[in-house]
């Protein structure tokens, strides 16, 4: 039986917890469209399991930060009236390892779930918290000031801003 999108949501953000980051893989489709609208320097859309892996630090650029003990609280899932569609409200709660202190990021996902994978993701994350929580909130402001000081913010190039359709 195919897994619901409540199902993969729940599947994906206790595997992001636990950093079982193939299984996390494995639950979207082979091509997908995950944007992060709100990320702060405007990154660009993942459209597939490789993309994905790198992502999740199988890449040229894994997390080197702190270390963080989280797991998913506050979670809300709304059904639309597509059944592909949720939008799941929760928060990433947690402690730093290396200094005990605690940490919280709110999100909300927008999530499209097609045969049990996701094909579309729109993942509103305070990444600000995030590179707080990980020790890098201070290069994270350079990259950003960065970014703006050449110019117009626009969308990252290959997405249109839209939501999952």
Avoid at 48 to 53: D, I, N, P, Y
Wanted: proline share 9%; with cysteine; hydrophobic share 35%.
């Amino acid at each position: 039986m195919t897994e619901t999108p409540r199902e993969v949501f729940l599947k994906l953000v206790h595997g992001v917890c636990e950093e079982r980051w193939a299984d996390v893989v494995d639950l979207y489709a082979e091509q997908t469209d995950v944007c992060h609208p709100f990320h702060p320097v405007g990154a660009p859309p993942l459209l597939s399991q490789e993309a994905l892996r790198a992502h999740f630090g199988g890449g040229a650029q894994p997390y080197p930060a702190r270390t963080l003990r989280r797991r998913p609280t506050r979670i809300n899932v709304h059904e639309t009236t597509d059944p592909e569609v949720i939008v799941a409200e929760f928060q990433y709660e947690g402690i730093v390892v290396e200094t005990g202190e605690p940490f919280t990021i709110p999100g909300v996902f927008i999530m499209r779930v097609r045969d049990g994978k996701i094909v579309e993701s729109r993942d509103y994350l305070d990444h600000l918290r995030s590179a707080a929580a990980r020790g890098q909130l201070a290069e994270v402001l350079d990259a950003i000031r960065d970014h703006h000081d050449k110019g117009p913010v626009a969308d990252p190039p290959g997405h249109s801003g839209a939501e999952p359709r």
